[in-house]
């Protein structure tokens, strides 16, 4: 199923608030999830977990790696559903 | 000891649970759920913490942590606050000097199973990657050590339903070995499971008294019929004496003797003579020293099984009667069962019921022992029943017994500050 990319922002960030406890618009698209957001691998590793369950896609390991930001993340999750 | 916390089945904190207990509460209740009907439990009752732990720890911290650790958190956090040793982490206590121990009778169990669901019902895929650091039985220990800075040592004593008394045992014995000025030392226990429930019911060691729950833990009763399961968690401070007296700290008590010893008899139930139980007990007065000869109150470990209770009361009083140099003398010391009340928190009963023998010497009064409609000719004691009981003036120490599965017994002297 096609997700609209702000739908995915928006559920996206709430897994990442949900995870870390950042206030909601400390969450925006150009952040770096390990410099900005300060988001450790195990951490990051539950979001992805999160992520691809709500918006039932995979996301290989893999491909983690190169999810620099929150907006490379949630075009990843747009491209895997379209 | 200069700091206590717990949460518990009768108060999410040290002052109500002990309120509750004095006012006799009892807090257990049938569960709301339908597990007795689906899985066919003989037990559909328990006591479940009054104040749930998400009602105190922040979001990030009730997903990071299982249960049992979620509940050490809250205890260690309000013993550490009571002690007064300042802003988390460290405070005013050099790092390197404190240490933790937090024990665990069974450890991340709701974790565990929720991920085998997960693994089994929807692939490995679906684990969340701190499944292991939170099933662990060392989860409470670390998040501790964590939360409050530990650097000499995070420690998890296991040993069933005496992981709670172990965790004062082996902090004593950090303190008293040179290895640690402070030690915060506890059990937590978050294990009501339809997989606990009827395991301990197979082993005919839960009371199935399904018509009158509230009731049903019935310590040294002739109607008692096995032990009501519990969870929570409870934390001490202990400190050195050179520690607490430099800092002016306020003292609760003096952890004065601490005892240990292990039957080598059977996995499940204790050794009939009581004789690995009195061990533990002797050991832990002749630690205490001149403090044995004044022993003025027990909190037995007394879980309401219709074989245990009897052996304890019986090694009670062979304690005591050296102790305190007669038969007669033993046979006046007022026991106190709260289980009655809390039910059994298993991992975490030695440490909360080693507060209340800590409270009773504070307040000079013993907590009752309620539900007993008729006691148990066979125990000999000076049972506590119904309503609490005025301890004398003056110097004074309690003992306080835990014991578990596996045959260990730990046994705690408490002097009176």
Same mark, same amino acid.
């Given at each position: 199923?096609?997700?609209?990319?702000?739908?995915?922002?928006?559920?996206?960030?709430?897994?990442?608030?949900?995870?870390?406890?950042?206030? =909601? *618009? /400390? $969450?925006?698209?150009?952040?770096?999830?390990? %410099?900005?957001?300060?988001?450790?691998?195990?951490?990051?590793?539950?979001?992805?977990?999160?992520?691809?369950?709500?918006?039932?896609?995979?996301?290989? =390991? *893999? /491909? $983690?790696?190169?999810?620099?930001?929150?907006? %490379?993340?949630?075009?990843?999750?747009?491209?895997?559903?379209? | 000891?200069?700091?206590?916390?717990?949460?518990?089945?009768?108060?999410?904190?040290?002052?109500?649970?002990?309120?509750?207990?004095?006012?006799?509460?009892?807090?257990?209740?049938?569960?709301?759920?339908?597990?007795?009907?689906?899985?066919?439990?003989?037990?559909?009752?328990?006591?479940?913490?009054?104040?749930?732990?998400?009602?105190?720890?922040?979001?990030?911290?009730?997903?990071?942590?299982?249960?049992?650790?979620?509940?050490?958190?809250?205890?260690?956090?309000?013993?550490?606050?009571?002690?007064?040793?300042?802003?988390?982490?460290?405070?005013?206590?050099?790092?390197?000097?404190?240490?933790?121990?937090?024990?665990?009778?069974?450890?991340?169990?709701?974790?565990?199973?929720?991920?085998?669901?997960?693994?089994?019902?929807?692939?490995?895929?679906?684990?969340?990657?701190?499944?292991?650091?939170?099933?662990?039985?060392?989860?409470?220990?670390?998040?501790?050590?964590?939360?409050?800075?530990?650097?000499?040592?995070?420690?998890?004593?296991?040993?069933?339903?005496?992981?709670?008394?172990?965790?004062?045992?082996?902090?004593?014995?950090?303190?008293?070995?040179?290895?640690?000025?402070?030690?915060?030392?506890?059990?937590?226990?978050?294990?009501?499971?339809?997989?606990?429930?009827?395991?301990?019911?197979?082993?005919?060691?839960?009371?199935?008294?399904?018509?009158?729950?509230?009731?049903?833990?019935?310590?040294?009763?002739?109607?008692?019929?096995?032990?009501?399961?519990?969870?929570?968690?409870?934390?001490?401070?202990?400190?050195?004496?050179?520690?607490?007296?430099?800092?002016?700290?306020?003292?609760?008590?003096?952890?004065?003797?601490?005892?240990?010893?292990?039957?080598?008899?059977?996995?499940?139930?204790?050794?009939?003579?009581?004789?690995?139980?009195?061990?533990?007990?002797?050991?832990?007065?002749?630690?205490?020293?001149?403090?044995?000869?004044?022993?003025?109150?027990?909190?037995?470990?007394?879980?309401?099984?219709?074989?245990?209770?009897?052996?304890?009361?019986?090694?009670?009083?062979?304690?005591?009667?050296?102790?305190?140099?007669?038969?007669?003398?033993?046979?006046?010391?007022?026991?106190?069962?709260?289980?009655?009340?809390?039910?059994?928190?298993?991992?975490?009963?030695?440490?909360?019921?080693?507060?209340?023998?800590?409270?009773?010497?504070?307040?000079?009064?013993?907590?009752?022992?309620?539900?007993?409609?008729?006691?148990?000719?066979?125990?000999?004691?000076?049972?506590?029943?119904?309503?609490?009981?005025?301890?004398?003036?003056?110097?004074?120490?309690?003992?306080?017994?835990?014991?578990?599965?596996?045959?260990?017994?730990?046994?705690?002297?408490?002097?009176?500050?």
């Amino acid at each position: 199923m096609a997700h609209e990319a702000n739908d995915v922002f928006d559920g996206l960030k709430e897994i990442i608030v949900d995870e870390t406890g950042l206030a =909601d *618009d /400390a $969450v925006t698209g150009e952040k770096s999830f390990s %410099d900005d957001l300060l988001i450790d691998s195990l951490s990051m590793m539950t979001i992805v977990t999160l992520a691809e369950d709500k918006f039932g896609v995979e996301i290989p =390991d *893999d /491909a $983690v790696k190169d999810l620099a930001t929150v907006q %490379d993340a949630v075009d990843f999750i747009v491209g895997a559903s379209a | 000891m200069t700091g206590l916390g717990a949460t518990t089945p009768l108060g999410g904190d040290v002052p109500s649970t002990w309120a509750a207990l004095l006012a006799g509460v009892s807090s257990v209740h049938t569960l709301d759920n339908t597990w007795a009907e689906d899985y066919g439990l003989t037990c559909d009752f328990a006591a479940t913490l009054k104040t749930a732990a998400a009602a105190v720890l922040t979001r990030q911290e009730v997903r990071r942590a299982d249960p049992s650790a979620q509940y050490a958190l809250v205890a260690a956090r309000e013993a550490w606050a009571d002690a007064g040793l300042g802003p988390r982490p460290g405070g005013v206590v050099d790092p390197e000097r404190l240490a933790v121990v937090m024990g665990s009778g069974i450890g991340g169990i709701q974790t565990m199973l929720d991920a085998w669901d997960t693994v089994r019902e929807r692939g490995a895929r679906r684990l969340m990657p701190l499944t292991v650091p939170m099933l662990m039985p060392n989860s409470a220990s670390a998040q501790v050590g964590i939360d409050l800075g530990a650097r000499a040592g995070a420690h998890a004593t296991v040993s069933a339903c005496a992981s709670g008394a172990e965790a004062l045992v082996l902090g004593a014995r950090l303190i008293r070995a040179g290895f640690a000025d402070v030690v915060v030392a506890g059990g937590a226990e978050a294990a009501i499971h339809p997989l606990t429930l009827g395991s301990f019911g197979k082993m005919q060691a839960l009371s199935t008294r399904r018509e009158a729950p509230e009731t049903a833990s019935r310590p040294y009763c002739v109607t008692r019929d096995g032990f009501v399961m519990g969870e929570g968690a409870g934390a001490l401070v202990l400190e050195s004496a050179e520690h607490a007296q430099a800092r002016g700290a306020r003292i609760w008590a003096w952890l004065v003797g601490a005892g240990s010893a292990s039957d080598a008899y059977d996995v499940a139930p204790p050794d009939p003579s009581g004789q690995g139980q009195l061990r533990a007990m002797r050991q832990a007065l002749a630690e205490a020293g001149p403090a044995a000869a004044r022993v003025a109150h027990v909190n037995a470990h007394a879980t309401a099984t219709p074989a245990g209770d009897g052996i304890e009361a019986r090694a009670i009083v062979d304690a005591l009667a050296e102790a305190l140099g007669s038969r007669e003398a033993a046979l006046q010391v007022p026991v106190s069962a709260t289980k009655s009340m809390t039910g059994h928190l298993l991992g975490a009963a030695g440490a909360v019921e080693s507060i209340f023998a800590v409270l009773a010497l504070r307040d000079r009064l013993a907590p009752p022992t309620t539900n007993i409609v008729e006691l148990d000719p066979a125990i000999e004691c000076s049972v506590v029943r119904d309503s609490p009981r005025p301890l004398p003036a003056g110097p004074i120490a309690a003992l306080n017994n835990a014991f578990g599965f596996g045959g260990h017994n730990m046994a705690l002297v408490f002097d009176s500050a």
